[in-house]
């Protein structure tokens, strides 16, 4: 462990025994009798027999190999695939469970937000519960006392403060648990993705609070499938699969890419007319996709910020003055957010449409959509006269997130609320 580093891990990893046992629908008193003996046989083989049984259990890493150091005043993003081992990390760090291998060298006390309300007493108050939760940190009741009035205030709580927190929503335990944990002071705070049941505005505080946090000099390991608020939160990152390090990096931006263009992650960004489906008088659809600035079909997710095209790739047979070619842009709801077509603009700039194959190409505005999924499907019309495609009826059309990128303002670290996160400029005018 370097002199600088406040966490070191070395060759850390976590097994668990998966049990596999074929379940019976109905017992008899005979059966039980039998399973009885069978399980008390089996033990005493175990015993007698190293590695018998085997085939009952099965291993599972959850981590293997795990290696990193982290610097005081480090503000770490562990990002990764569901089942990647994020938690497990977190739980190894913060001792709630004992590595299989490895070790972990700590300098520094730890906090750590792992599940709503842990240390947490139902029947007890919010105001004893601060207390209590204080004291099992590892704090005095002097460093509680003294922090108190700035927990009650954050976590806006105040009139049921003295209420059982078993009659707390969600939301209230959420604020208060993490209340009490940024506000203690630890060397070392661990927040897992907790944050993603609080609403918004309480989102926006508490990553607003971590920032704060480390700037003070205190190291914060924070899990979150949010790319955004790791890029603007956190001064480096580290990317685990399958339960080992895939990268380690300060430059936030390139693990998150990494984890973006990780192919598990991707979804259909390209659609084929290939039995040809979709075929009128007018025009045949070949090919829809997304480009980026290279002209490369995207394969994963894009940020806010990036320039992408929309490709949409036709042969066309009749050409019409009023044929209308273009897409409608739909949310993860199935809610049409706009539609746009080669026509929207003044006539003289139409571009001009030939008979034979040819790519429409039109720009999807950055800093415009906010994080999420949506899916732009092909919209064909013949003005005021029919539709050919039209999206969100069974149109052809392709699916795409947007993940991070959304501003550079140190207020928007998470999703925005609403359908569009654009990025308007605005001035102050002097007063006449």
């Given at each position: 462990?370097?002199?600088?580093?406040?966490?070191?891990?070395?060759?850390?990893?976590?097994?668990?025994?998966?049990?596999?046992?074929?379940?019976?629908?109905?017992?008899?008193?005979?059966?039980?009798?039998?399973?009885?003996?069978?399980?008390?046989?089996?033990?005493?083989?175990?015993?007698?027999?190293?590695?018998?049984?085997?085939?009952?259990?099965?291993?599972?890493?959850?981590?293997?190999?795990?290696?990193?150091?982290?610097?005081?005043?480090?503000?770490?993003?562990?990002?990764?695939?569901?089942?990647?081992?994020?938690?497990?990390?977190?739980?190894?760090?913060?001792?709630?469970?004992?590595?299989?291998?490895?070790?972990?060298?700590?300098?520094?006390?730890?906090?750590?937000?792992?599940?709503?309300?842990?240390?947490?007493?139902?029947?007890?108050?919010?105001?004893e519960n601060i207390f209590l939760n204080g004291v099992i940190l590892g704090m005095t009741r002097n460093e509680v006392q003294r922090k108190f009035d700035e927990i009650v205030a954050f976590a806006e709580i105040d009139k049921f403060l003295d209420t059982p927190v078993k009659r707390f929503s969600n939301g209230m335990y959420m604020r208060l648990a993490f209340a009490v944990v940024a506000h203690l002071e630890p060397e070392i705070l661990l927040v897992d993705e907790v944050l993603a049941v609080g609403d918004a505005q309480f989102q926006k505080k508490c990553l607003g609070k971590m920032e704060e946090v480390g700037k003070k000099g205190r190291t914060i390991l924070f899990v979150s499938h949010n790319m955004n608020a790791i890029e603007q939160l956190c001064t480096s990152a580290i990317l685990l699969e399958r339960g080992r390090v895939q990268s380690v990096s300060t430059q936030v931006a390139s693990v998150v890419e990494q984890y973006l263009l990780d192919p598990s992650?991707?979804?259909e960004v390209c659609w084929q007319n290939q039995g040809n489906d979709f075929v009128s008088d007018w025009f045949t659809p070949i090919r829809i996709y997304l480009a980026d600035q290279q002209g490369q079909v995207l394969q994963g997710s894009f940020r806010n910020d990036e320039h992408v095209t929309v490709n949409i790739e036709v042969d066309v047979t009749q050409p019409a003055p009023d044929l209308q070619l273009g897409y409608g842009l739909l949310d993860e709801r199935d809610q049409l957010i706009y539609w746009s077509c080669y026509t929207d603009g003044p006539e003289q700039d139409w571009p001009k449409v030939y008979k034979g194959r040819q790519t429409l190409q039109s720009r999807l505005p950055g800093r415009l959509l906010?994080?999420?999924?949506?899916?732009?499907?092909?919209?064909?019309?013949?003005?005021?006269?029919?539709?050919?495609?039209?999206?969100?009826?069974?149109?052809p059309g392709i699916s795409?997130?947007?993940?991070?990128?959304?501003?550079?303002?140190?207020?928007?670290?998470?999703?925005?609320?609403?359908?569009?996160?654009?990025?308007?400029?605005?001035?102050?005018?002097?007063?006449?």
């Amino acid at each position: 462990m370097s002199s600088s580093a406040i966490v070191s891990v070395s060759g850390l990893g976590k097994r668990y025994l998966i049990r596999h046992e074929q379940k019976e629908r109905y017992l008899a008193l005979r059966d039980v009798l039998a399973q009885g003996v069978r399980h008390f046989g089996r033990k005493l083989l175990l015993r007698s027999t190293p590695g018998a049984g085997g085939r009952a259990f099965e291993e599972f890493w959850a981590l293997r190999d795990v290696s990193f150091e982290i610097e005081e005043g480090a503000r770490v993003g562990i990002i990764g695939r569901n089942g990647a081992g994020k938690s497990t990390l977190l739980k190894l760090i913060s001792r709630v469970t004992e590595p299989t291998a490895g070790s972990i060298s700590l300098r520094g006390r730890v906090a750590s937000l792992l599940e709503i309300g842990t240390g947490f007493h139902p029947e007890l108050s919010g105001r004893e519960n601060i207390f209590l939760n204080g004291v099992i940190l590892g704090m005095t009741r002097n460093e509680v006392q003294r922090k108190f009035d700035e927990i009650v205030a954050f976590a806006e709580i105040d009139k049921f403060l003295d209420t059982p927190v078993k009659r707390f929503s969600n939301g209230m335990y959420m604020r208060l648990a993490f209340a009490v944990v940024a506000h203690l002071e630890p060397e070392i705070l661990l927040v897992d993705e907790v944050l993603a049941v609080g609403d918004a505005q309480f989102q926006k505080k508490c990553l607003g609070k971590m920032e704060e946090v480390g700037k003070k000099g205190r190291t914060i390991l924070f899990v979150s499938h949010n790319m955004n608020a790791i890029e603007q939160l956190c001064t480096s990152a580290i990317l685990l699969e399958r339960g080992r390090v895939q990268s380690v990096s300060t430059q936030v931006a390139s693990v998150v890419e990494q984890y973006l263009l990780d192919p598990s992650n991707q979804i259909e960004v390209c659609w084929q007319n290939q039995g040809n489906d979709f075929v009128s008088d007018w025009f045949t659809p070949i090919r829809i996709y997304l480009a980026d600035q290279q002209g490369q079909v995207l394969q994963g997710s894009f940020r806010n910020d990036e320039h992408v095209t929309v490709n949409i790739e036709v042969d066309v047979t009749q050409p019409a003055p009023d044929l209308q070619l273009g897409y409608g842009l739909l949310d993860e709801r199935d809610q049409l957010i706009y539609w746009s077509c080669y026509t929207d603009g003044p006539e003289q700039d139409w571009p001009k449409v030939y008979k034979g194959r040819q790519t429409l190409q039109s720009r999807l505005p950055g800093r415009l959509l906010n994080e999420g999924r949506y899916r732009l499907e092909l919209l064909a019309a013949l003005y005021n006269r029919a539709w050919l495609c039209e999206p969100g009826h069974q149109a052809p059309g392709i699916s795409f997130r947007v993940e991070g990128g959304l501003s550079e303002s140190p207020y928007w670290m998470i999703r925005r609320p609403g359908v569009l996160a654009p990025v308007i400029s605005w001035q102050v005018i002097s007063g006449t």
